[in-house]
């Protein structure tokens, strides 16, 4: 267990951002990690899992720890599935590939998503029709200030959209070492409702797909408008998609008779925020080297050497024109250091 000094975190975050952590230590066994917890109790912690949904905007005066604990591990359930077990520092898409390889079904709508598996639970990651919590039965986690070891049950995760108790009452509270999934071998459900993946099914002449065709699916999706954070730097949608009231959903509908829409209740209706900043007009604009992604409104993007502060600004930039166009306060998805 190595403790680097002033490490650049420019390759550590998929936005690209170059600041330097004051101390760093990749972790890479649960036993290290609480360790490191025990020995440096008294400094202020950071920790980093894929760097996938952060915006770092100053150096961090802090020590990082960087969960890269590896392994994943199978065990059959029932006479259709099986719980698969990864830990924290697998590699999202590469954890998703595996299991489809082994015909485990029901995580494959969520391929491509960037990131580690065990920051996964923390924002309840979704696309295309799924979210994690629909597959997931346990995680695994360390107590920060004690050590000690904790299994959180999806009940006390209390997943919502883009939420969980880790990013509410357990903030910066725990390390999450593994996650453990509930997954099918024979009668796989498929998710195919998400008009895109009909398309491309349909395009391909796909009746009854595989797990795999549905995985191709969206991976031919996202890589056609979402950027590739190895060559332009993001976070994926920089903003949650606003929930609004029915009430004002109605008059914004009188003026914007074509914005699309999802109802979520009988007094909520959730919108686009893609949409409301396209409309606004900021598809494809770029300050500096800060910029608003020209296939889809909702990802910023780092065109090579945009400062955190840089990206912020923009960010800041877009909500104010948001909220005085369309009376919307648009919330930050990425988290903001
Ligand atoms: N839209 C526009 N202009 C844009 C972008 C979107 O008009 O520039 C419209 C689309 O035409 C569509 C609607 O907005 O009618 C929704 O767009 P899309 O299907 O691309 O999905 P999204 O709501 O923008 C959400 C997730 C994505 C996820 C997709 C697919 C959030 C914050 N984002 O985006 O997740 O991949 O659905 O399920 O919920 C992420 O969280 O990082 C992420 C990429």
Known sequence: MELESQKSLKHLNTFGIDVP????????SETALIQALKQH??????I??????MLLTKSLDALVLHIAI???????????????TASAGENWHDFVQYCISKNYG??????????????????????YGVELKDHFVSCEAIHI?????????????????????????????YVITSVTFRLTTKEHILNTSYG???NALSEKGISSPSIRDVADAVIMIRQSKLPDPKKIGNSGSFFKNPVISSKVFKELQQKFPEIPHYIISSSQVKVPAGWLIEKAGFKGKRFGDAGVHNKQALVLVNHGNATGKEILALAQKIQAEIKSVFGI???AEVNIF
Request: proline fraction near 3%.
């Open 21 to 28: 952590a004051s101390q760093y230590i990749k972790i890479t």
């Open 70 to 84: 590896k392994g994943i591990t199978t065990q059959k359930n029932t006479e259709n599935t099986v719980l698969v």
């Open 41 to 46: 109790n008294k400094t202020p912690l950071f």
């Open 48 to 53: 980093l899992s894929g760097g996938s949904n």
């Open 196 to 198: 895109a993946i009909e």
């Open 145 to 173: 200030a004690t050590g000690a070891k904790k299994i959180f049950s999806k009940e006390d995760c209390l997943f919502g959209y883009r939420n969980s108790f880790f990013k509410n009452e357990g903030k910066s509270q």
């Open 106 to 127: 029901g995580l494959e709508n969520l391929s491509l998503i960037p990131g580690y598996v065990g920051s996964s639970p923390i924002q309840n990651i979704g696309a």
């Open 329 to 331: 306060s648009l919330e």
